[in-house]
């Protein structure tokens, strides 16, 4: 079974960084897009940056020159490295990937991660 595991939240003031990692485990055959998605308190999720496989990357415009995006693929993981953070980027962070898993009839799937939550606030 394919889970996603994220780490890295919390509380930090205006202006700090966080770092968030997202580790894809179980039986995997390949991995291609990954990226992370927020959702704050009454609003959509949204994507907040993704990586595809070759290591291309795109961002939301809100995050770009803050948030930097980075996969490495022999470990299966992906991280967001958020600096200059604003109390605007406060929500429930997700991280998700397209993954082909070793199963006798295997598709590419979406998979989620539980969640980490971030608080920007003085």
């Known amino acids: 079974q394919v889970q996603l595991v994220e780490s890295g939240g919390g509380l930090v003031q205006p202006g700090g960084s966080l770092r968030l990692s997202c580790a894809a485990s179980?039986?995997?055959?390949?991995?291609?897009?990954m990226g992370w998605y927020r959702q704050a308190p009454g609003k959509q999720r949204e994507l907040v940056a993704g990586v595809t496989s070759g290591g291309s990357t795109n961002y939301a415009d809100s995050v770009k020159g803050r948030f930097t995006i980075s996969r490495d693929n022999a470990k299966n993981t992906v991280s967001l490295q958020m600096n200059s953070l604003k109390p605007e980027d406060t929500a429930v962070y997700y991280c998700n990937a397209e993954i082909l898993p070793l199963v006798a009839i295997a598709t590419i799937r979406n998979y989620w991660g539980q969640g980490t939550q971030v608080t920007v606030s003085s």
């Open positions: 179980g039986s995997i055959v390949s991995i291609y897009a």
